[in-house]
């Protein structure tokens, strides 16, 4: 999956946190969503203007900074 063109880091959009879409949503928001248990048909329900391809982006951000981040400490 290739995040790259969805996930965006701006320094005045939500304290400078990675949002989808240049939108005000975070990706924390959805990864929390998900941890809490809702499924992606209830994020997307909840927020019509996200995409099954927005909730995999998020997935991939996050795996992909977690590899650096333990690259980075080995």
């Known amino acids: 999956m290739n995040y790259q ?5 701006k320094p005045g959009k939500r ?3 990675a949002c989808i879409r240049g939108m005000r ?3 924390y928001d ?4 998900l941890a809490a248990g809702m499924t992606h048909e209830e ?7 996200l995409t099954q391809e927005d909730i995999l982006a998020c997935l991939s951000y996050a795996a992909d900074r ?6 980075v400490a080995a």
Request: net charge neutral; proline share 4%.
């Open 25 to 27: 949503i975070t990706v």
């Open 30 to 33: 959805v990864l929390s969503y």
């Open 15 to 17: 304290s400078g946190k």
């Open 5 to 9: 063109n969805i996930i965006t880091i």
């Open 66 to 71: 977690e590899q650096k981040i333990l690259t």
């Open 43 to 49: 994020v997307l329900a909840d927020f019509p203007y």
